[in-house]
Protein backbone atom coordinates (compact mmCIF):
# COMPACT_ATOMS: atom_id res chain seq x y z
CA UNK A 1 0.00 0.00 0.00
CA UNK A 2 0.84 3.48 -0.15
CA UNK A 3 3.40 4.79 2.40
CA UNK A 4 3.95 8.98 3.15
CA UNK A 5 6.66 10.35 5.09
CA UNK A 6 6.59 13.79 6.50
CA UNK A 7 9.27 16.19 7.52
CA UNK A 8 10.25 17.55 10.08
CA UNK A 9 7.60 16.57 12.67
CA UNK A 10 8.29 19.97 14.10
CA UNK A 11 8.79 23.37 12.45
CA UNK A 12 9.18 26.46 14.79
CA UNK A 13 10.09 29.31 13.18
CA UNK A 14 10.02 33.65 12.89
CA UNK A 15 7.11 35.73 12.09
CA UNK A 16 8.09 36.47 8.49
CA UNK A 17 10.22 33.64 8.12
CA UNK A 18 8.89 31.15 5.54
CA UNK A 19 8.48 27.84 6.01
CA UNK A 20 8.84 24.28 4.02
CA UNK A 21 7.32 21.05 4.55
CA UNK A 22 8.24 18.08 2.65
CA UNK A 23 6.72 14.49 1.92
CA UNK A 24 7.96 11.65 -0.03
CA UNK A 25 5.23 9.13 -1.00
CA UNK A 26 5.84 5.49 -2.83
CA UNK A 27 2.80 4.50 -4.45
CA UNK A 28 3.01 5.83 -8.21
CA UNK A 29 -0.53 5.60 -8.42
CA UNK A 30 -1.27 8.17 -6.21
CA UNK A 31 -2.09 11.01 -8.03
CA UNK A 32 -4.11 13.58 -5.69
CA UNK A 33 -1.98 15.39 -2.97
CA UNK A 34 -3.48 17.53 -0.50
CA UNK A 35 -2.54 19.62 2.39
CA UNK A 36 -4.28 19.85 5.49
CA UNK A 37 -4.29 22.53 8.22
CA UNK A 38 -5.73 21.42 11.91
CA UNK A 39 -5.76 23.76 14.50
CA UNK A 40 -5.67 22.30 17.81
CA UNK A 41 -8.85 20.28 18.71
CA UNK A 42 -10.86 21.30 15.47
CA UNK A 43 -10.99 19.66 12.09
CA UNK A 44 -8.47 19.11 9.69
CA UNK A 45 -8.81 21.64 6.97
CA UNK A 46 -7.96 21.53 3.15
CA UNK A 47 -5.60 24.74 2.22
CA UNK A 48 -4.36 23.42 -1.03
CA UNK A 49 -4.28 20.56 -3.54
CA UNK A 50 -2.09 19.47 -6.31
CA UNK A 51 -2.90 17.19 -9.00
CA UNK A 52 -0.02 15.06 -10.91
CA UNK A 53 -0.21 16.56 -13.95
CA UNK A 54 0.67 19.60 -12.38
CA UNK A 55 4.00 21.16 -10.64
CA UNK A 56 3.20 24.06 -8.76
CA UNK A 57 0.68 25.99 -7.62
CA UNK A 58 0.21 28.96 -5.67
CA UNK A 59 -2.44 30.71 -3.54
CA UNK A 60 -1.52 33.99 -2.38
CA UNK A 61 1.31 32.79 0.87
CA UNK A 62 0.72 29.39 -0.09
CA UNK A 63 2.64 27.17 -2.31
CA UNK A 64 2.63 23.39 -3.18
CA UNK A 65 5.72 21.72 -5.74
CA UNK A 66 5.33 18.33 -6.55
CA UNK A 67 8.23 16.08 -8.71
CA UNK A 68 6.22 13.32 -9.83
CA UNK A 69 9.58 11.46 -10.83
CA UNK A 70 10.87 11.86 -7.19
CA UNK A 71 7.80 11.01 -6.09
CA UNK A 72 8.03 13.93 -3.69
CA UNK A 73 5.88 17.23 -2.79
CA UNK A 74 6.20 20.10 -0.67
CA UNK A 75 4.17 22.96 1.20
CA UNK A 76 5.67 26.56 1.30
CA UNK A 77 4.39 29.20 3.24
CA UNK A 78 6.45 32.56 3.13
CA UNK A 79 5.47 35.63 5.46
CA UNK A 80 4.45 33.38 8.13
CA UNK A 81 2.06 34.58 10.58
CA UNK A 82 1.41 33.18 14.80
CA UNK A 83 -2.02 32.50 13.21
CA UNK A 84 -0.55 30.24 10.89
CA UNK A 85 0.95 27.66 13.77
CA UNK A 86 -1.17 24.62 13.67
CA UNK A 87 -0.30 20.74 12.49
CA UNK A 88 -0.32 20.64 8.79
CA UNK A 89 -1.06 16.69 7.44
CA UNK A 90 0.11 16.08 3.69
CA UNK A 91 -1.68 13.23 2.02
CA UNK A 92 -1.31 11.22 -1.21
CA UNK A 93 -4.30 10.22 -2.92
CA UNK A 94 -6.09 8.21 -5.36
CA UNK A 95 -9.40 7.89 -6.32
CA UNK A 96 -10.81 6.31 -2.76
CA UNK A 97 -8.45 6.63 -0.62
CA UNK A 98 -5.92 9.02 1.23
CA UNK A 99 -2.77 8.77 2.68
CA UNK A 100 -1.65 10.58 5.55
CA UNK A 101 1.53 12.06 6.95
CA UNK A 102 2.19 12.09 10.62
CA UNK A 103 2.13 16.14 10.59
CA UNK A 104 3.94 19.06 11.02
CA UNK A 105 3.32 21.00 14.18
CA UNK A 106 4.32 24.42 13.26
CA UNK A 107 5.18 27.34 15.09
CA UNK A 108 5.56 30.83 14.29
CA UNK A 109 6.81 32.59 16.85
CA UNK A 110 6.12 36.33 16.95
CA UNK B 1 -20.43 24.17 0.70
CA UNK B 2 -18.93 20.75 1.06
CA UNK B 3 -20.07 21.14 5.51
CA UNK B 4 -19.38 17.61 7.67
CA UNK B 5 -20.94 17.67 10.76
CA UNK B 6 -20.56 15.33 13.03
CA UNK B 7 -23.01 14.39 16.76
CA UNK B 8 -22.35 14.66 19.14
CA UNK B 9 -18.88 16.50 20.02
CA UNK B 10 -18.26 15.03 23.13
CA UNK B 11 -19.38 12.29 24.93
CA UNK B 12 -18.36 10.59 28.43
CA UNK B 13 -19.91 7.18 29.02
CA UNK B 14 -19.07 4.17 31.43
CA UNK B 15 -17.29 1.18 30.27
CA UNK B 16 -19.51 -1.74 28.57
CA UNK B 17 -21.87 0.78 27.14
CA UNK B 18 -21.92 1.24 23.54
CA UNK B 19 -21.91 4.91 21.54
CA UNK B 20 -22.86 6.39 18.38
CA UNK B 21 -21.52 8.59 16.32
CA UNK B 22 -23.52 10.27 13.70
CA UNK B 23 -21.72 11.68 10.54
CA UNK B 24 -23.90 13.76 8.32
CA UNK B 25 -22.95 15.77 4.80
CA UNK B 26 -25.10 19.04 4.93
CA UNK B 27 -24.66 20.09 1.40
CA UNK B 28 -23.88 17.58 -0.79
CA UNK B 29 -23.94 13.45 -1.35
CA UNK B 30 -21.14 11.73 -0.12
CA UNK B 31 -21.37 7.82 -1.38
CA UNK B 32 -18.37 7.36 0.35
CA UNK B 33 -16.97 8.29 3.90
CA UNK B 34 -14.41 7.74 6.25
CA UNK B 35 -13.60 7.07 9.80
CA UNK B 36 -10.44 8.38 11.60
CA UNK B 37 -9.15 8.48 14.74
CA UNK B 38 -6.45 10.50 16.37
CA UNK B 39 -4.54 10.46 19.19
CA UNK B 40 -3.09 13.36 20.70
CA UNK B 41 -0.27 14.82 18.34
CA UNK B 42 -0.67 11.87 15.98
CA UNK B 43 -2.04 11.67 12.58
CA UNK B 44 -5.52 10.49 11.33
CA UNK B 45 -5.64 6.59 11.45
CA UNK B 46 -7.77 5.22 8.86
CA UNK B 47 -10.35 3.12 10.71
CA UNK B 48 -12.52 2.33 7.78
CA UNK B 49 -14.27 3.34 4.35
CA UNK B 50 -17.73 3.59 4.58
CA UNK B 51 -19.46 3.15 1.16
CA UNK B 52 -23.03 4.05 0.86
CA UNK B 53 -25.57 0.55 0.71
CA UNK B 54 -22.96 -1.81 1.07
CA UNK B 55 -20.89 -3.05 3.75
CA UNK B 56 -17.48 -0.87 4.98
CA UNK B 57 -14.58 -1.93 4.34
CA UNK B 58 -12.12 -2.13 7.84
CA UNK B 59 -8.49 -0.97 7.79
CA UNK B 60 -6.31 -4.46 9.40
CA UNK B 61 -6.69 -4.59 12.68
CA UNK B 62 -9.50 -3.12 13.36
CA UNK B 63 -12.44 -5.02 14.64
CA UNK B 64 -15.77 -4.69 12.40
CA UNK B 65 -17.77 -6.34 15.48
CA UNK B 66 -16.56 -3.19 17.51
CA UNK B 67 -16.84 -0.34 15.57
CA UNK B 68 -20.12 -1.03 13.58
CA UNK B 69 -20.86 1.46 10.52
CA UNK B 70 -23.65 1.85 8.72
CA UNK B 71 -24.13 4.18 5.84
CA UNK B 72 -27.08 3.56 5.21
CA UNK B 73 -27.94 7.06 3.32
CA UNK B 74 -25.93 9.92 0.62
CA UNK B 75 -25.52 11.70 3.82
CA UNK B 76 -25.74 10.06 6.75
CA UNK B 77 -23.00 7.10 8.16
CA UNK B 78 -22.74 5.86 11.91
CA UNK B 79 -20.10 4.62 14.19
CA UNK B 80 -21.14 2.85 16.84
CA UNK B 81 -18.36 2.22 19.59
CA UNK B 82 -19.76 -1.21 21.06
CA UNK B 83 -19.12 -2.18 24.47
CA UNK B 84 -16.95 0.52 24.81
CA UNK B 85 -13.49 0.47 27.22
CA UNK B 86 -10.96 3.17 28.61
CA UNK B 87 -8.63 2.46 25.46
CA UNK B 88 -11.36 3.04 22.86
CA UNK B 89 -11.37 7.42 24.59
CA UNK B 90 -9.99 9.06 21.94
CA UNK B 91 -10.88 11.57 18.73
CA UNK B 92 -13.12 10.18 16.01
CA UNK B 93 -13.34 11.86 12.81
CA UNK B 94 -15.18 11.42 9.75
CA UNK B 95 -15.11 12.74 6.47
CA UNK B 96 -16.86 12.47 3.14
CA UNK B 97 -15.64 12.43 -0.47
CA UNK B 98 -16.51 15.21 -2.39
CA UNK B 99 -16.54 13.64 -5.78
CA UNK B 100 -15.37 15.13 -8.83
CA UNK B 101 -12.52 16.33 -10.43
CA UNK B 102 -10.14 16.47 -7.45
CA UNK B 103 -11.28 13.79 -4.90
CA UNK B 104 -11.29 15.82 -1.75
CA UNK B 105 -12.09 14.85 1.58
CA UNK B 106 -13.85 17.70 4.10
CA UNK B 107 -13.60 16.20 7.64
CA UNK B 108 -16.15 16.58 10.44
CA UNK B 109 -15.55 18.98 13.82
CA UNK B 110 -14.44 15.41 15.18
CA UNK B 111 -16.27 13.47 18.42
CA UNK B 112 -13.90 13.24 21.53
CA UNK B 113 -14.45 9.87 23.33
CA UNK B 114 -13.85 9.28 27.25
CA UNK B 115 -14.95 5.72 28.52
CA UNK B 116 -14.31 5.75 32.25
Known amino acids: GENVEQHPSTLSVQEGDSAVIKCTYS??????FPWYKQELGKRPQLIIDIRSNVGEKKDQRIAVTLNKTAKHFSLHITETQPEDSAVYFCAASFPGKSTFGDGTTLTVKP | GAVVSQHPSWVICKSGTSVKIECRSLDFQATTMFWYRQFPKQSLMLMAT?????????EQGVEKDKFLINHASLTLSTLTVTSAHPEDSSFYICSALLQGRQETQYFGPGTRLLVL
Open chain 1, 27 to 32: DSASNY
Open chain 2, 50 to 58: SNEGSKATY
